[in-house]
């Protein structure tokens, strides 16, 4: 499954409204919230929406016209002089900016739509903005709506909303995708301005039964305090993406994981961190197997690990019995119960055999040199430079002869090859593999860490922590091998810290979790810092491709002047 917007084609009719796509994140508000469900589709695979009032209180516009990009952007001269005043004054487009503006897509398995969709302050000022824009635009009438139609793009509007409805187009894709014949798929059609116009006006004619005015969890969303918001449909975004499987793998009920699913997000940019929120909802089987969980993280497994340059750490707590009822659910567990008998093995075994609680941990990031082995002798002590870390897997066993069993199995069926790159050790609580015997050793030492983490992530199913700063100066030397490179490293060490993330809890209907992104500066809103950040790593990138370019003009007269005596 994949969906592509036409490159081409999404270039060519992003002239017409360059504000909403440059500043997307200036102009996308969560007012008038019911205005705006009314005209989103109920089967929209992805809904982008954002809350401007939060968003240019944080970072105003003024802010943004000091950026270098910014002017990078004025000073191009082969920007006309319209959209250059449209740019520094966007109330000139006759969008109303405190009104809302929202994205979403249709379609997205076949030949969909992208749309974006906002109100108008002023329509005389609208009409003016896309006659600058495009000259030569025909408008068209139709009762109370206009409608401008393009090659790949129409725009409809009347006194109070606009619509722009873009091709989603697939071709791309399927061109270097396997042939769809081999599938039986049927063609995806070119979509035609016509096609185009007709989604724009039943935009504009949606009743409450057929949009999202009346979905619950899309309400629950809106009201979420943050700055951007995002939902997904998962069964519509991959429809037509999955074949029918053929013979007995036809009985595996894989739809149980895409009925009723729904992905909601929050973004909110606070004072020295970016925070999110995620909720996860299912089809009523699956979260009636949901609720049954159980349960936080095991904090002892995470107390053995070594707190020397401890990188990165996610745990999770899961209820086995749950695990198998869901498999049941899919109906798996015939087919993983027939490849597991060969060895006298099945499912209530791998049940039995762990509590649920599993350990992931990263140390020692960093970059090391490893000799080649080249044909060529000559370059036979050459090395190169790549990533390194040690990686650590724990998990906590029940029944130590259940776990024996399978792992014996797995033994079995990775040949002897896991052996060879990693080394294990177990005892009647844990079993632990890793890249280093070392640091295997220390999680079976009875050395026990209580690092500061710890505490923000113990009272869930599932948590996890990231270093940056220990990530960042582990690969120092690789950074500042050159100006721009010690440059890009000083930036990124003065600009992040860590990353928590936690969840697993079933509340209101759904899966929920929380990440944090922490900033060094805790003073300062992260919605400026990351526009100030992203500013100095683009003036950095623009003026070495600048100096490159004028080196690599400069040579290539000299050169022309020595040929030519």
């Known amino acids: 499954m994949a969906l592509i917007i036409n490159k081409k084609h999404f270039m060519k009719y992003f002239k017409l409204l360059p504000l909403i796509f440059i500043f997307s994140l200036l102009i996308i508000s969560c007012s008038k919230k019911n205005d705006q469900a009314k005209m989103i589709p109920k089967e929209a695979a992805i809904v982008i929406e954002l809350n401007t009032k939060s ?41 109303d900016l405190e009104a809302g503006i929202v994205f979403f897509m249709l379609k997205p398995a076949g030949s969909g739509q992208a749309v974006v969709e906002g109100s108008l302050k002023d329509t005389k000022a609208f009409l003016d903005f896309i006659k600058n824009m495009h000259p030569n635009a025909a408008i068209n009438k139709e009762g109370e709506l206009n409608i401008f139609k393009a090659d790949k793009a129409v725009i ?44 724009c006006k039943n935009l504009f004619l949606l009743n409450d039964d057929n949009s999202l005015s009346k979905n619950e969890k899309f309400a629950a969303l809106l009201k979420e305090e943050g700055d951007v918001h995002f939902w997904i449909n998962t069964n519509e975004l991959s429809k037509g993406s999955i074949p029918a499987m053929p013979g007995m793998a036809g009985m595996v009920k894989l739809d149980k994981f895409l009925e009723d699913n729904i992905s909601t997000a929050t973004i909110n940019f606070q004072d020295g961190k970016i925070a999110g929120t995620h ?8 979260s009636d197997i949901l609720k049954k969980g159980e349960g936080n993280i095991n904090t002892d497994m995470i107390k053995r690990l070594s707190a020397q340059n401890l990188a990165a750490v996610f745990s999770l707590h899961f ?53 080649t082995n080249l044909k060529d002798t000559s370059l036979k002590n050459n090395y190169y430079q790549k ?58 030492s009875g050395t026990q860490i209580n690092p500061d983490f710890l505490s923000k992530i113990n009272n869930h199913p599932m948590g996890g922590f990231v270093d940056l700063q220990i990530i960042f100066k582990s690969l120092q030397a690789e950074f500042s091998k050159d100006s721009s490179g010690k440059f890009y490293y000083d930036r990124n060490i003065s600009m992040w810290n860590n990353i928590y993330f936690t969840g697993g809890e079933y509340k209101d209907g759904g899966l929920v979790s929380n990440a944090e992104i922490n ?47």
């Not at 909720?279 to 699956?286: D, N």
């Not at 792992?407 to 280093?436: H, I, R």
């Open 387 to 444: 990533p390194s870390a040690t990686f650590l897997f724990a998990v906590a066993i029940s029944d130590k002869d259940a776990f024996n069993k399978i792992l014996n199995f797995g033994k079995k069926m990775g040949k002897g090859e896991v052996e060879k790159n990693s080394f294990q050790k177990t005892d009647d609580k844990y079993f632990a593999v890793s890249n280093s015997q070392d640091a295997v050793n220390k999680y079976f």
């Open 519 to 565: 900033l060094i500066d805790k003073n300062i809103n992260s919605l400026k810092q990351l526009n100030q950040y992203i500013d100095d790593n683009l003036k950095v990138a623009i003026e070495k491709k600048k100096k490159q370019k004028q080196m690599w003009g400069d040579s290539t007269l000299q050169k022309m002047r020595t040929d030519s005596l």
């Open 279 to 286: 909720k996860q909802f299912f089809g009523k089987e699956l």
């Open 55 to 95: 968003l240019l209180s944080k970072l105003s516009w003024d802010e943004i016209k000091k950026s270098y990009w910014y002017n990078q952007l004025l000073a191009d001269s082969a920007l006309p002089a319209t959209k250059k005043a449209m740019i520094e004054d966007p109330a000139k487009t006759g969008i």
């Open 319 to 371: 209820t086995p019995a749950s695990l198998l009822e869901i498999i049941k659910l899919t109906g798996l567990d015939g087919f993983i119960n027939l490849f597991l008998s060969s060895d006298g093995l099945s499912l209530d075994d791998v049940v039995k055999a762990t509590k649920g609680d599993i350990l992931f941990a990263v140390n020692d990031v960093g970059i090391k040199a490893d000799t």
């Open 156 to 199: 409809g509007w009347n006194d109070k909303r606009f619509a722009l409805v873009l091709t989603a187009d697939h071709h791309e894709f399927k061109s270097h995708a396997l042939n769809d014949s081999a599938n039986n798929a049927a063609p995806i059609m070119p979509v035609s301005a016509d096609s185009l116009v007709s989604v």
